[in-house]
C-alpha cells in the first residue's frame, strides 16, 4: 500500500539576504510529534563560507545554541549545483517527552528558539565589517 507522511512545516525566510528557518513536525520511528528546528544558510549569507565537505556537521554548531547539538547538515543544491546548506537539530532526545507530547507549535518553547536562531542567522547579515 502506498503511504504518505504528514509533515507540519512553519517557515520565516529573509531571501533577500539568503537565509531561512524552519520548524517541522512529523513522524519518526513511531513517534507522532518529532519536532526540528533548521537554518537553511544560502551562498550569498555571510555564514556560508564556514560550510565545506569536512566541515559540514560541525560549522554550525557556533551559531546558535542547538538543542542537543546539530543532527542535521545537508547541502541544498539548485540545478546541480550547490545553492546553500540546511543545519539543524531534533527534540527527540531522552528528556524531550515535553516536546513528544505536544502537538501544536504554541504549546512548546521551540518557537523561541526559533526567534533567537532567526535573530541570530540575522544578526550576521547587520554586523559592521572593520
Not at 4 to 29: C, M, N, Q, S
Not at 94 to 99: A, G, N, T, V
Not at 103 to 108: G, Q, S
Request: with cysteine; hydrophobic share 30%; charged share 35%.
Amino acid at each position: 500500500m502506498f503511504e504518505l507522511e504528514h509533515h507540519d512545516v512553519w517557515r520565516k525566510t529573509d531571501r533577500k539576504r539568503g537565509f531561512g528557518i524552519e520548524i517541522r513536525r512529523a513522524p519518526f520511528t513511531g513517534n507522532e510529534n518529532v519536532w526540528c528546528l533548521y537554518a537553511m544558510i544560502a551562498k550569498r549569507h555571510p555564514l556560508f563560507s564556514r560550510f565545506t565537505d569536512d566541515t559540514l556537521d560541525s560549522a554550525g554548531e557556533d551559531i546558535f545554541d542547538w538543542h542537543g547539538g546539530v543532527t542535521y547538515a545537508e547541502w541544498e543544491f539548485r540545478k546541480k549545483e550547490i545553492a546553500g546548506v540546511k543545519i539543524g537539530c531534533d527534540y527527540l532526545h531522552d528528556m524531550d517527552d515535553q516536546y513528544r507530547n505536544s502537538t501544536r507549535l504554541e504549546d512548546n518553547c521551540l518557537i523561541n528558539d526559533a526567534r533567537r536562531l532567526y535573530e541570530a542567522l540575522e544578526s550576521y547579515c547587520t554586523e559592521k565589517k572593520p
